[in-house]
């Protein structure tokens, strides 16, 4: 069982920070594409933030200038640095690792909650 280990999830005002972590298998992480993902209640799971192994990296235009995804290969660990958050950054955030179009590999989520 591949296990992705999140963390950094938490209470925050708007206008504050979080960074969330997730350390992957090095032989996972290595070759995999990286990326967030954040859920709401009663809402599907969207794209936050992608980060390829060369360091290119998409954003969600939601969150294009306050999110900042980025991977240490040395810690085979990806971050997600969120900046002027919002209540509607309110969600489960997920960590992804996809290797191909058929496997890929999630996080057991993390909260971020976002009061106003």
């Known amino acids: 069982q591949v296990q992705l280990v999140e963390s950094g999830g938490g209470l925050v005002q708007a206008g504050g920070s979080l960074r969330l972590s997730c350390a992957a298998p090095?032989?996972?992480?290595?070759?995999?594409?990286m990326g967030w993902f954040r859920q709401a209640p009663g809402k599907q799971r969207d794209l936050v933030a992608i980060i390829t192994t060369g360091g290119s990296t998409n954003y969600a235009d939601s969150v294009k200038g306050r999110f900042t995804i980025s991977r240490d290969n040395a810690k085979n660990t990806v971050y997600l640095q969120m900046n002027s958050l919002k209540p509607e950054d309110t969600a489960v955030y997920y960590c992804?690792?996809?290797?191909?179009?058929?496997?890929?590999?999630w996080g057991q989520g993390t909260q971020v909650t976002v009061s106003s």
């Open positions: 992804n690792a996809r290797m191909n179009l058929l496997t890929v590999y």
């Open positions: 090095e032989s996972i992480f290595s070759i995999s594409v």
